[in-house]
């Protein structure tokens, strides 16, 4: 069965250092792979994605994910934090050909000035 | 522009009550979804339909009921409500293939006293 781990429910960083968000995803075969940000009182927005293809996958905002498969992680980064950047961020993983997307239980990413 | 539209936005409802959370699309997406989100817990898949007729069971689907009689709508029925249904819910869609993105409605926050 798949299953997403999210390690750290809250990440601080100062304006302008490097985003560091984990996870890591259990599944018997190749996953899809995806990460979504949710602004206070918001719905859900996707981020980025893998499907298949290249391994480093950039998104909107200037994140960018790498899947490792022999890690069997998909850990999202930024290079430079914005304030604006301050959101609940979920990693989730769909099996392939089926029809459910499952998610972690989110890290709220908060940047000091 | 309107997407996934879910109403209605914010509920209190006493506890027995019972009350339909409505979502529509217009994108003629063939999949949908509800989830439930709680703090600290991510989001939870309650029920989905791949199509027009069909429903099928997520994570967590004890106390709910869902319809799918169009490809438009897919409204999320609570019976007999209960304080363990006090969440935030969203509908969410998604067309064709798995690796495809789900968009996901505004939110419905419910509150059962």
């Known amino acids: 069965a798949q299953s997403v781990t999210q390690l750290g429910s809250h990440v601080s960083v100062s304006e302008g250092a490097l985003v560091l968000l984990r996870c890591n995803y259990s599944?018997?075969?190749?996953?899809?792979l995806f990460w979504y940000v949710q602004y206070p009182n918001q719905g859900l927005q996707l981020l980025l994605k893998y499907t298949t293809g290249a391994t480093l996958v950039k998104g909107i905002n200037g994140f960018e994910a790498e899947f490792k498969k022999s890690e069997t992680s998909f850990h999202l980064t930024k290079p430079s934090a914005h304030m604006s950047d301050a959101a609940e961020y979920f990693c989730a993983v769909s099996e392939y050909n089926t029809d459910k997307l499952i998610f972690g239980t989110g890290t709220r990413l908060q940047v000091f000035p | 522009n309107a997407g996934v539209t879910q109403t209605p936005k914010f509920r209190i409802l006493k506890i027995g009550q019972s009350m339909t959370l409505q979502c529509t699309q217009d994108?003629?997406?063939?999949?949908m979804y509800w989830y439930r989100q709680d703090p600290g817990m991510g989001l939870k898949l309650i029920y989905y339909s791949v199509g027009a007729g069909i429903t099928d069971k997520g994570e967590v689907p004890n106390g709910y009921n869902v319809s799918r009689s169009t490809t438009e709508d897919f409204p999320l029925r609570l019976e007999l409500a209960a304080p363990s249904q006090t969440s935030v819910y969203f509908c969410?869609?998604?067309?064709?293939?798995?690796?495809?993105?789900?968009?996901f409605g505004e939110g419905s926050w419910l509150t059962v006293v």
């Open positions: 599944s018997s075969v190749p996953p899809y």
């Open positions: 994108m003629n997406h063939n999949y």
């Open positions: 969410a869609s998604r067309k064709g293939e798995t690796g495809n993105t789900i968009y």
